[in-house]
């Protein structure tokens, strides 16, 4: 017995270690972000006192942590979904929420998910159980919720390599209508201007080459081949990510970094200077104020922010778990927020100059050129490409630039499932499949069957209900659950206190009054808003069966259902009185006390010596 324990131990710290080197190399341009603890055998009485404290490696650098959570931070929903959510939403008039949500939620939220991280030394599964067991179920829902994510996610990323391969023809395959998918009655090169019934050549490549779209969700059709072998590679590439890490030089590192903002501001220079490009501009900035007092519109900005800052996935509180205790988390927060905000509107620059261009071309209104959904990018963006001068160098080069951003933001999301289910089943685990690189593989296997649906025919109705009430519902609830078990529960006193051990002066003003006020409130009114005017979800003109809906909020409720199923098993394992037992759930265990309550050990010979214990919770 003692022998299991001490090889589950010495799995752990490589597992752990390994994650943060792992993550941080794809997440900054670094040449090594991390340097590795060196484990030694230990009695099972070291064991035993990680019970109080157990101490975990440190970022070797205050930059890495910061270009760590930037790179999970920045991906392809600053593409993708930011500049889709402002198409749909009346172009200015999102910015405007946007913006509001990111100081009055993002920026508090996400300074709050890193001083939980930074003080408890935890992951999100153990750091709620620690700070308010009756809400452990909101750590718990955050590995699910992430899981669910990455399993649409990568379809994205299996849709990008599809157009890549497809980019390094002599001809790209979207930009004429001479092709076995076409309609050539129905197409034409270009956008189809006045005529309505016509399509153009790019959305007829999406819907009819990519997609092979049916007619509904309820004609599944068969599945695509070709798609499923991209999504496969995506998911074999996300594997190798975290299987084996990344050995390679400080050049090739520092060039996926820097690439897809080479690749965003060359295509703006190049945008701007198009005809038409200052009336996508303009669109882009000039709010549409009646939008404004739209339920959605508010909805979506704050899921945006969630979905982008990666506020309650859980994997923020891991990777700040990961910093020194006394660490500028004010800095970072403000960093990390402002350069993913930037990104959004770079990306929305880029994205509705081209529009522009393409109103110009075709004669047609602003509003009228993207298509709804995903195809946004995978429309617009490839229109675009094939219009410009030596298209088969650029047309490559972003879809690789997608696929990059990409990357991070996924293997992060499987890194917190396989480093959740270590944490805690790790001993019965290993008991079967004796290695932990068999754990990533199953992980990415059952992704991959689970992303099997969105690569049918009818795969795009399926991808869209998933990313409606995964997106917006299950993360909006999971986000207020938090903010309650955290800043109503546990308390802001407490919270500022942690703040103050840390860095030796309480959280500002503006923080605390976001915590125990705006944020919750405003979260609540939303979601109540959001069901008082609930739109069932659509595909462009295509409105889901009843029976889809109520698939949908299924989905919605895998990862919401565990904070009360939790809670009940709480108050059911203690002792006492109803009244004792809920007293008992709500308090914290957690040591506010110590001014670091896990001391970084130095040694001379190295600027930081890391070892690991796994916590017992």
Not at 269 to 275: D, F, G, K, M, R
């Amino acid at each position: 017995m003692v022998s299991n324990k001490l090889n589950f131990i010495e799995y752990s710290v490589y597992w752990r270690a390994r994650f943060i080197y792992t993550h941080s190399i794809f997440s900054s341009s670094l040449p090594a972000a991390m340097e590795l603890a060196e484990e030694n055998s230990k009695p099972l009485s070291d064991a035993k006192a990680s019970d109080t404290g157990a101490q975990r490696p440190t970022w070797s650098g205050q930059l890495d942590f910061i270009l760590a959570t930037v790179g999970y931070a920045v991906g392809l929903g600053n593409v993708w979904r930011f500049p889709y959510l402002c198409y749909s939403s009346g172009g200015g008039a999102f910015i405007i929420p946007y913006i509001a949500m990111v100081f009055i939620c993002g920026i508090p939220l996400l300074f709050m998910e890193f001083a939980v991280g930074q003080y408890t030394r935890l992951g999100p599964v153990h750091a709620f159980a620690k700070i308010c067991p009756l809400f452990k179920g909101v750590g718990l829902a955050t590995v699910v919720i992430s899981f669910v994510f990455c399993t649409f996610y990568n379809v994205l990323m299996g849709w990008a390599f599809f157009y890549l391969f497809n980019s390094f023809r002599g001809t790209l395959p979207w930009s004429s209508c001479n092709n076995t998918w076409n309609v050539v009655g129905n197409c034409s090169s270009g956008f189809s201007g006045n005529a309505t019934h016509l399509q153009s050549s790019s959305l007829q490549f999406f819907d009819h080459k990519l997609l092979e779209k049916t007619s509904g969700i309820e004609e599944a059709g068969g599945l695509q081949w070709e798609v499923f072998g991209c999504l496969l590679l995506s998911w074999i590439i996300v594997y190798l990510c975290i299987f084996k890490g990344v050995k390679s030089t400080g050049k090739v590192v520092y060039f996926t970094a820097v690439f897809p903002y080479f690749i965003l501001f060359a295509l703006l220079i190049n945008n701007v200077q198009l005809p038409g490009a200052k009336a996508g501009i303009l669109y882009f900035i000039t709010p549409v104020w009646s939008k404004l007092f739209e339920v959605k519109v508010w909805v979506n900005a704050a899921a945006q922010v969630f979905n982008s800052l990666g506020i309650a996935f859980g994997c923020m509180i891991s990777m700040a778990s990961y910093n020194k205790f006394n660490n500028n988390i004010t800095r970072d927060v403000l960093v990390v927020s402002l350069v993913n905000s930037f990104t959004s509107i770079l990306a929305g620059l880029v994205i509705f100059s081209a529009i522009g261009y393409m109103s110009f071309k075709h004669n047609l209104p602003v509003d009228n050129i993207a298509t709804d959904g995903p195809g946004l990018v995978f429309v617009v963006y490839p229109e675009v490409l094939s219009t410009m001068p030596g298209y088969q160098f650029w047309a490559p080069l972003f879809f690789i630039m997608l696929l990059c951003l990409g990357l991070d933001s996924q293997f992060g999301n499987v890194e917190v499932v396989v480093t959740f289910l270590k944490d805690e089943f790790g001993v019965k685990i290993l008991r079967y499949l004796k290695r932990e690189e068999l754990l990533v593989l199953v992980v990415c296997f059952v992704g991959l069957l689970l992303g099997i649906p969105h690569v049918t025919q009818g795969g795009i109705y399926v991808f869209q209900l998933m990313d409606h009430c995964t997106a917006v519902v299950s993360l909006i609830c999971l986000a207020f659950f938090e903010v309650v078990a955290v800043c109503w529960i546990f308390g802001v006193s407490r919270l500022s206190l942690m703040v103050k051990r840390m860095r030796g002066e309480s959280a500002s003003l503006f923080f605390r009054l976001c915590w125990l006020l705006l944020c919750p409130l405003l979260m609540l009114c939303i979601l109540a808003s959001s069901v008082v005017q609930y739109t069932p979800p659509h595909y462009g003109e295509y409105m889901y069966p009843l029976w889809a809906e109520l698939v949908g909020w299924v989905v919605s409720l895998v990862s919401i259902v565990w904070i009360p199923l939790c809670a009940v098993h709480e108050i059911y394992n203690s002792k006492g009185s109803l009244l004792q037992r809920i007293k008992k759930a709500v308090a914290p265990t957690l040591d506010l006390d110590a001014t670091n309550p896990q001391p970084e050990k130095q040694k001379t010979d190295k600027p930081v010596l890391e070892k690991l214990l796994r916590s017992s919770v």
